[in-house]
């Protein structure tokens, strides 16, 4: 049975006047009773809100009990010690590491909610999380070890062309690219943009969502800045790989982006909230956690789903609109996300995990994990290591900060190593510089025990913003 298309009104009717109530009912069918039909769940909330009390420790509705018999409105917060000691966390490719991500991670595995970790070879320090942070956290979510680009993700589409294709319609691709993508914090491309994720019904469950939905029609299949990039080039797939193409290299469109405005304000507006209600000392103030338990940890898990779905809507438009521009259809698509959290198992226990710039690795999972203008990037398959949170890198890894790519590097030695390795450019900054990252190869082969190898992408013609 598809999604479920409970509206306000409905649990209007069945006596759900208060907004909280609502939204946190919205956020439990969306989470738990998807599959189940309408007149069944609206039964079902309808028996809650008569006896609340009954459904106080339902791992599914309790939340949604407690919006009944307890006065919603009032915020009252919750004081917490860290742990004397972090938990146990692997380290994959540690001497490549930098001190400040692992005294990051450290200071994470000291909430009392942390179960498990793991810190991949990409990791680097960040905000919250060190990117390249696996946590795994008991029946809570960190909205900073989210982070603020919720759901940011790789995209690759792979067409049924060679690369002397690309060698004869350069020039046409990179218009491509100029016409129909958009970079930058604000605004989107100038034609209109449809995609069903804008008539999801989660645009109505909260205040905030619902004021977000105009923004989220304007960026519709754009892109933010920083590391973000869409680009033109070939992938070489290796004998027997997981796409089912023969081996050879093809036409291939990369894009690396995530929920523009709508995340970065879900994030905000929840971080905000859990800082105010759950109290931490000082130093892990940032790491604050929302529980599953409560209305607002509900509202932000439909969020954070919303705008992961969102970003994917985003790529749907980016590939669609450059497959239009060349007039072909692509023959395979693979799409992974970071920056998210997942309701997972492990160790025999349904667990919180947050991968804060790390690739979901279970068995079997296709990823992709992109090197930088100038390397490639490699189509993956997981292997499922425990020790890992079933995670891998999400790309080679910054090297030096965006600050400090600024001050070591400049333009016009930018533009030349490109021509050198035949990349055009278009739009880009220093801060993204080659030499900025790590060595993509030294990193894979840190992680051959979390992913195998079928496919390498080589950059040809990307197109990033312009800051």
Excluded at 57 to 83: C, R
Excluded at 112 to 137: C, E, K, N, R
Excluded at 205 to 222: E, I, N, P, R
Excluded at 318 to 338: D, F, Q, S, T
């Amino acid at each position: 049975m598809g999604r479920q298309t409970i509206k306000t009104k409905d649990l209007t009717k069945i006596g759900y006047h208060n907004d909280v109530s609502r939204s946190v009912a919205m956020a439990v069918v969306m989470r738990h009773f998807k599959h189940i039909a309408k007149e069944e769940i609206l039964n079902m909330l309808s028996l809650l809100k008569d006896n609340p009390d009954e459904y106080l420790n339902d791992e599914q509705l309790g939340p949604l009990a407690n919006t009944f018999v307890t006065k919603v409105k009032v915020q009252t917060f919750e004081s917490y010690e860290l742990l004397e000691k972090p938990a146990a966390y692997k380290v994959i490719g540690g001497k490549d590491i930098d001190g400040n991500a692992k005294r990051q991670m450290d200071l994470a595995m000291r909430l009392p909610i942390s179960l498990q970790g793991a810190l991949m070879p990409d990791a680097h320090t960040g905000y919250g999380l060190p990117v390249g942070g696996v946590l795994s956290a008991d029946n809570a979510v960190i909205p900073y070890a989210v982070g603020i680009d919720i759901g940011c993700r790789m995209a690759l589409s792979v067409f049924d062309l060679s690369e002397k294709y690309l060698q004869m319609n350069a020039y046409s691709l990179k218009k491509a690219l100029g016409e129909f993508t958009h970079f930058g914090m604000d605004g989107g491309l100038e034609f209109a943009q449809d995609h069903e994720i804008l008539e999801r019904p989660e645009f109505g469950y909260t205040d905030l969502l619902k004021k977000l939905h105009g923004k989220a029609v304007k960026q519709l299949g754009s892109s933010g800045g920083g590391n973000h990039f869409v680009e033109f080039g070939l992938i070489e797939l290796i004998a027997g790989n997981i796409l089912d193409l023969p081996d050879g290299r093809y036409l291939a469109v990369l894009s690396h982006s995530g929920s523009r405005g709508l995340g970065a304000e879900v994030a905000k507006y929840y971080m905000k909230i859990a800082m105010d209600t759950c109290k931490l000392p000082r130093e892990a103030q940032h790491l604050a956690w929302l529980s599953l338990n409560s209305a607002a940890g509900q509202e932000y898990w439909q969020s954070m789903n919303l705008a992961g779905d969102y970003a994917s809507a985003c790529h749907d438009r980016i590939h669609y609109n450059l497959a239009k521009a060349i007039g072909e259809k692509p023959i395979a698509r693979v799409e992974n996300h970071h920056n998210f959290a997942w309701e997972e198992w492990h160790n025999d226990k349904k667990v919180i995990v947050h991968r804060k710039g790390a690739t979901p690795a279970s068995k079997g999972e296709l990823g992709i994990i992109p090197g930088n203008m100038i390397s490639p990037g490699y189509l993956v398959v997981g292997k499922g290591n425990k020790d890992s949170l079933n995670s891998a890198s999400h790309g080679a890894g910054r090297r030096l900060s965006r600050g400090g790519a600024r001050e070591t590097f400049t333009m016009s030695a930018l533009k030349k190593q490109l021509s050198s390795a035949g990349v055009t450019l278009l739009g880009g900054t220093v801060e993204e510089t080659p030499q900025a990252y790590k060595d993509i190869e030294k990193v894979m082969a840190t992680q051959q025990s979390l992913v195998d190898v079928h496919g390498k992408f080589f950059p040809k013609i990307v197109r990033m913003n312009k800051e």
